[in-house]
């Protein structure tokens, strides 16, 4: 079991930008959320995705968009990029079923200049 | 509003020693309270986990002991080791929806 997987893993961009970040869940998990990890604080929610759909949101502009595909696969977009989007973003995935912890991908780190 | 406080910021224990961090949470519907461990350059990962219907919840040298009335759930590393050395981070959530976690604590264990 390959367990959450995102990438890439280190990725610069520049002010205005937009970039996009991916995840593959656990295998048998159907439910994706995503964090924003500013350095040396705790993770911070934005959104979660299930059955393709936005189910949550945290306090986040629309600049961050996301998608969730059939796969249960999900996509995390950021456009024009500011210097304090720079963070390490998670990836977490669970099961919708039965009481299930949260298993956290490696996350990407994501450098505005 | 900071949903979940934790404290301290960071920890210096002996090999051997008993590490404790704390964390407290103001919303009552809150109903399952995970441990998360966090090495630099990682994504965190499950430590152990608690539910708000029992006390206390021992896993290996890890404890969790929890508190309802006081809305306060502590972490208590027994025989801490070297290895240990990393950031903890408490949380807390809703029927397993978004988290709320904790600003982390830097345990260092020194040898």
């Known amino acids: 079991d390959a367990g959450v997987t995102q990438s890439p893993t280190h990725l610069i961009k520049t002010r205005g930008q937009q970039v996009t970040l991916r995840c593959s869940p656990k295998?048998?998990?159907?439910?994706v959320s995503w964090y924003q990890q500013a350095l040396g604080q705790g993770p911070q929610f934005i959104f979660q995705?299930?059955?393709?759909?936005?189910?949550q949101r945290g306090n986040f502009p629309d600049r961050f968009s996301g998608h969730q595909f059939p796969n249960y696969s999900s996509e995390l977009n950021v456009n024009a990029l500011l210097l304090g989007d720079s963070a390490l973003y998670l990836c977490?995935?669970?099961?919708?079923?039965?009481?299930?912890?949260?298993?956290f991908g490696q996350g990407t780190r994501l450098t505005v200049v | 509003q900071q949903q979940v406080k934790q404290s301290p910021q960071s920890l210096i224990v002996q090999k051997g020693g008993i590490s404790i961090i704390n964390c407290a949470y103001e919303?009552?519907?809150?109903?399952?309270f995970p441990w998360y461990q966090q090495f630099p350059g990682k994504g965190p990962a499950l430590l152990i986990a608690i539910r708000p219907d029992v006390s206390e919840k021992k896993e290996g040298r890890f404890t969790i002991s929890f508190n309802k009335s006081a809305k306060q759930f502590s972490l208590h590393i027994m025989d801490s080791q070297p290895g240990d050395s990393a950031t903890y981070f408490c949380a807390a959530s809703m029927n397993f929806n978004k988290f709320y976690f904790g600003s982390g604590t830097k345990l260092n264990v020194k040898p």
């Open positions: 295998s048998g998990h159907d439910t």
């Open positions: 919303n009552t519907a809150f109903d399952y």
């Open positions: 995705y299930y059955e393709e759909e936005e189910r």
């Open positions: 977490a995935s669970s099961w919708s079923g039965v009481v299930t912890e949260a298993f």
